[in-house]
């Protein structure tokens, strides 16, 4: 009578995987029509990039503090410097 049982860790960790690989297939497609729609409205992509990301911020550090917020940011200055961080265009 208890709830559904899913094997051993191993298929719960892949479950898991899977179902975080859906969300983030879903957000990125959420996002990018989203970014399309305001493009579409001749909304400059330096502005719709700061809002974004601005409010992200400050609602990830509502939801999770400021610890998290630090934490992000610091991830993605390392990705920076590491060069992962960089427009898919070659510019010749």
Sequence with gaps: MGGIVLGDKRSRDK??????????????????????????????????AEIFIHDTLRRLAEEHGNDKVSKMLSHFNELNEMGVIVSERTIQ
Excluded: M
Aim: negative net charge.
């Design 15 to 48: 479950l898991t995987v899977l179902i975080e690989r859906e969300k983030r297939a879903y957000t990125q497609e959420t996002f990018n029509e989203v970014w399309d729609d305001l493009r579409k409205e001749d909304i400059e992509p330096a502005f719709i």
